[in-house]
């Protein structure tokens, strides 16, 4: 099956620097999506980004399907942004999604 | 429309009971998943329905998990005989398309 790796696994910044997240997958994906999973464990759909790019405030996500990887940029980062960041692939709409181990990411004031 | 609700939030169950988890999908979804989070790890896919057929049940975890949504709205999951590895984060998610899923807070079930 399709293998999901992001890097960092830990990722400490202080309030209002930016950031990269890495997502490399093993296979050609027809959906790709960023979820953010807040410290009571809630999942929030971030991306649908199958391929091109996104961007949702200081959030953006840039897919590169031919090379299988996708970035997320958090810009101007606040301690809200705090959390596990995963990346979720699949091969189309009635296959699941796969997920990465995440990114867990921490903001400091 | 409050989104994905599953109940109850937090289980803790003695190794041997059998347990049921409930998730209310968001109303015109007609695409319900199930999965399972263990500490540190991503969500793990464990069945999915269409409607109220369900389409995958092969990576259910072994044959003591089991899981129904007999009018195409609510989903149970079952575990029967739980034991101490079964202990994880169990989240259902629904969707109208297949591809963009809302996911509800969970069941976080312990066994002692």
């Given at each position: 099956g399709i293998q999901v790796e992001q890097s960092p696994p830990d990722l400490i910044l202080q309030e209002g620097a930016n950031s990269t997240l890495r997502c490399n997958?093993?296979?050609?994906?027809?959906n790709l999506q960023w979820f953010h999973?807040?410290?009571?464990?809630?999942?929030?759909?971030?991306?649908?980004?199958?391929?091109?790019?996104?961007?949702n405030g200081r959030l953006s996500a840039t897919t590169v399907a031919t090379e299988r990887y996708s970035l997320l940029y958090i810009s101007?980062?606040?301690?809200t942004d705090?959390?596990?960041?995963?990346?979720?692939?699949?091969?189309?709409?009635?296959?699941?999604?796969?997920?990465?181990?995440?990114?867990?990411?921490?903001?400091?004031? | 429309d409050t989104g994905v609700s599953?109940?109850?939030?937090?289980?803790?169950?003695?190794?041997?009971?059998?347990?049921?988890?409930?998730?209310?999908?968001?109303?015109?979804?007609?695409?319900?998943?199930?999965?399972?989070?263990?500490?540190?790890?991503?969500?793990?896919?464990?069945?999915?329905?269409?409607?109220?057929?369900?389409?995958?049940?092969?990576?259910?975890?072994?044959?003591?998990f089991s899981a129904e949504r007999p009018k195409g709205s609510f989903s149970t999951l079952e575990i029967q005989r739980t034991e101490q590895g079964d202990s994880a984060m169990y989240l259902c998610a629904s969707s109208s398309d297949g591809l963009v899923g809302t996911f509800g807070s969970g069941t976080r079930l312990t066994v002692v």
């Amino acid at each position: 099956g399709i293998q999901v790796e992001q890097s960092p696994p830990d990722l400490i910044l202080q309030e209002g620097a930016n950031s990269t997240l890495r997502c490399n997958f093993s296979d050609s994906v027809n959906n790709l999506q960023w979820f953010h999973q807040n410290p009571w464990g809630q999942l929030i759909n971030l991306f649908y980004i199958p391929s091109g790019t996104k961007q949702n405030g200081r959030l953006s996500a840039t897919t590169v399907a031919t090379e299988r990887y996708s970035l997320l940029y958090i810009s101007s980062s606040q301690t809200t942004d705090s959390g596990v960041y995963f990346c979720a692939v699949g091969e189309g709409g009635n296959t699941p999604l796969v997920f990465g181990k995440g990114t867990r990411l921490s903001v400091i004031a | 429309d409050t989104g994905v609700s599953q109940d109850p939030r937090h289980k803790i169950t003695k190794r041997g009971q059998n347990v049921t988890f409930r998730c209310d999908p968001i109303s015109e979804h007609n695409r319900l998943y199930w999965y399972r989070q263990t500490l540190g790890q991503g969500p793990e896919f464990l069945t999915y329905f269409q409607n109220e057929a369900q389409l995958e049940k092969s990576r259910l975890l072994s044959d003591r998990f089991s899981a129904e949504r007999p009018k195409g709205s609510f989903s149970t999951l079952e575990i029967q005989r739980t034991e101490q590895g079964d202990s994880a984060m169990y989240l259902c998610a629904s969707s109208s398309d297949g591809l963009v899923g809302t996911f509800g807070s969970g069941t976080r079930l312990t066994v002692v």
